[in-house]
């Protein structure tokens, strides 16, 4: 993989988050991130001001990897580096927007479930894929099935991820890190219960360094 993929890779989770308030949750919830040792972000377009949410974040904590999700027009790509965001994830394979983003040179995840989405993911020349909604669409038994004949993709597995299944998924060598929102729950952020989140993201972390351990 790139050094980029490897970054997010390293890190093994990257929370999936919607900020309803972005100037009053950005700045805090980054800090909560990075004190649980979890320094990456997908902030989802399903709440306006996306774009605002990943310039604040970015702010706060510069060395962060910030990028959006529920990618699904190209005006979204364009706000987002607007924005200083680094990465892109949409939910499923649109060559238009895949073709967009490598233009702008911001690197893309996007959703792959099926063969043929893996075999548009290959024209790209992509190496890291989401996989979403993971439980829902089969989940490991199906991403380490789909491996076989295209083993040259990392999955970044999203939807149904828990504290419960993570080390299950990570413990695949096919699994490149996972994306969930357990950590970032609208509960969690709209309530302000920082040193919950970040307590939260240091088990997953644990989980991630336990499940690679051997």
Known sequence: MNSFNERISKIGIVP???L????????????ALCDGDVPVAEVTFRAAGADKAISLMRKAQPDMIIGAGTVTTTAHIDATIAAGGQFIVTPGFDPELVAYA?????????????????????????ELIKFFPAEQ?????????LSAPFPQFK?????????????????APVIAACGGSFMVTADLIDNQKWDEITALCKQARAIVEESRAK
């Open 16 to 18: 999936v988050i919607k």
């Open 20 to 31: 309803n308030n972005p100037e009053r949750d950005a700045a805090p919830l980054a800090k």
């Open 102 to 126: 490598q233009k702008k040179n911001i690197p893309i995840f996007p959703g792959c479930t099926t063969a043929s989405d893996y075999h548009a993911a290959l024209k790209f020349g992509l």
């Open 137 to 145: 669409s089969g989940g490991l038994a199906k991403i380490k099935a």
């Open 155 to 171: 999955v970044m597995p999203t939807g149904g991820i828990s504290l419960k299944n993570l080390g299950e998924y990570l413990k």
